[in-house]
């Protein structure tokens, strides 16, 4: 079988290294070529997966003429996602774009419409969609163990964007490196808000079976100094009650490694019961009407297609499918219009309807 060619482009991102791990592991697809304007950002993934110099480009536009991908992983800033998108999808390629979905709703939309134009498959990826736990939990609910949903409650976040690179390295940063990052950059899509609301948003979606809230509210701090937030509260009435979606940069530890208080993580709420389903878990704990006590469950380990990202759009394109559940444009177009609300809620202090 003709391998799926790859192409990485655009290195904002850390988690670019990642999800080119999964390519290179993957038996169907090859590294066909990455990109990205400063040579230096490519050199850790040129080392670790022995990527030739003729596939290393720093124009986008040579990259994929020469290379002629089947899909290309895209990690800009966010604030430039719909551009690269609309770089990318002339070229026929298939777009998996690494999370958040976009600074904005309208920036969102440009990226659907430009990959309908194209007729190629959209997704983005939420890390957090290939947690075990969060999968049992929404096994669980959807079987009805804990009745109709009524309310999300997500806490998450890290010690900061600047405490890892890819594959989970830690670093120390430094002032110099905060000034620098994007992360800390408003106009580029930088903070907690962002880089995180669209977890909880767009998989409370998924949780809410497609859902949408009746209006949004949302605190964020203020710290001295800085242009973004590293702290955020939003609160999402629904029809059926409150959401609470909470992001943090400054959590006590990195919950990859040991869970800080409050644990990162999801609790649902239903008529009939609940379900906690904290990050890299390996039990969630179910409390019904029957067993109120509660009991602790194992995670249900994930299997091909869906173990992660990579390898499920790649089933994907060979199998004609629609991508489904949080990377779908649909789910997360959602989560976007939530993150949206808050963004205004939080700029005019006041409750505001969902925006659209």
Same mark, same amino acid.
Not at 51 to 59: E, G, K, L, M, S
């Given at each position: 079988?003709?391998?799926f060619k790859a192409v990485g482009l655009n290195f904002d991102h850390m988690h670019m290294g990642d999800l080119l791990r999964q390519c290179h592991v993957h038996p169907d697809v090859e590294i066909a070529g990455i990109c990205d304007e400063d040579p230096a950002r490519m050199q850790a993934v040129i080392a670790n997966f022995?990527?030739?110099?003729?596939?290393?480009?720093?124009?986008?536009h040579r990259c994929l003429a020469a290379t002629e991908p089947d899909f290309v992983v895209l990690c800009p800033?966010? #604030?430039r996602h719909a551009e690269y998108v609309e770089l990318v999808a002339p070229y026929g390629a298939h777009l998996l774009v690494e999370k958040p979905f976009a600074a904005t709703l309208a920036e969102a939309d440009r990226m659907i419409?430009? #990959?309908k134009k194209a007729k190629r498959l959209l997704a983005i990826n939420w890390p957090l969609r290939w947690v075990p736990g969060h999968v049992t939990a929404h096994r669980l609910l959807r079987e009805g163990r804990i009745g109709a949903l009524q309310e999300v409650h997500f806490y998450d976040g890290n010690r900061g964007p600047l405490w890892h690179t890819a594959d989970k390295i830690e670093v120390t940063p430094t002032a110099a490196m905060k000034r620098k990052s994007w992360f800390y950059r408003a106009k580029r899509g930088g903070g907690s808000m962002l880089d995180y609301l669209g977890y909880g948003t767009t998989l409370g979606t998924w949780y809410h079976d497609g859902r949408k809230p009746i209006e949004v509210t949302t605190v964020v701090d203020q710290p001295r100094g800085l242009e973004v937030d590293e702290h955020s509260v939003t609160i999402a009435r629904y029809a059926s009650g409150l959401s609470k979606f909470e992001t943090r940069w400054g959590t006590f530890t990195d919950p990859w490694l040991h869970q800080p208080q409050p644990k990162c993580g999801f609790v649902l709420k239903g008529e009939e019961?609940?379900?906690?389903?904290?990050?890299y878990a390996t039990t969630i704990r179910l409390q019904t009407r029957a067993n109120p006590a509660g009991v602790d469950l194992p995670v249900e380990g994930l299997e091909a297609p869906g173990q992660n990202p990579i390898q499920y759009f790649v089933h994907c394109i060979q199998e004609g499918?629609?991508?489904?559940?949080?990377?779908?444009p649909k789910i997360s177009r959602i989560g976007q219009q939530i993150s949206d609300s808050a963004v205004l809620s939080a700029r005019l202090r006041k409750t505001v309807k969902l925006v659209d």
């Open positions: 079988m003709k391998k022995g990527i030739p110099p003729d596939r290393v480009f720093t124009d986008p800033a966010t #604030a419409a430009a #990959a019961g609940t379900i906690s389903s904290y990050d499918r629609p991508v489904e559940g949080p990377l779908s």
